[in-house]
């Protein structure tokens, strides 16, 4: 279903906000701000402002994707993290690795962690074996 809109009611909302494509982080803060103030007037937003709303959002997400892409985590980067949230030292789970060599060259990126490992991290760290494995 396609909503009418008040032209002069939607030219005069871009007009004030005046949305283009973002280039930088403080046009996209901007632009975040909009929709924060749009979205605080929750179910009440008119056809037009939902409208902006709607290509604030767009161009928002457009600039995110192009720089915040996330890249895929190691074995390695999963394991590092989850050791620093619980505040954890190599020496914490040599148990983990058989012996503080082994522990020692997987924390340095030297050696793989095989499946017996990531078994015994998935069952220590109650996550997913699977997270330590390059598959």
């Known amino acids: 279903m396609t909503t009418t809109l008040d032209r002069q009611i939607y030219a005069s ?3 004030q906000v005046q949305p283009k494509v973002i280039e930088s982080e403080e046009e996209n803060e901007l632009f975040l701000a909009e929709v924060d103030k ?3 007037v929750g179910e009440d937003l008119t056809p ?7 290509l604030l959002v767009f161009l928002i997400e457009q600039f995110e994707d192009q720089h915040y892409q996330l890249r895929p985590a190691s074995p390695l980067d999963v394991l590092e ?3 620093a949230q619980r505040e954890l030292k190599q020496k914490d789970l040599v148990h983990l690795f058989g012996s503080q060599g082994v ?3 997987v924390l340095n990126g030297k050696r793989a962690i ?3 490992q990531a078994k015994a991290l998935g069952d220590f760290f109650h996550t997913d074996p699977a997270l330590f ?3």
């Open 114 to 116: 095989s499946k017996v």
């Open 81 to 83: 993290e989850l050791m």
């Open 38 to 40: 749009l979205m605080a």
């Open 13 to 15: 909302l871009l007009g």
């Open 103 to 105: 522990a020692s060259e």
């Open 48 to 54: 037009e402002q939902l409208q902006l709303m709607n």
């Open 133 to 135: 494995l390059d598959l």
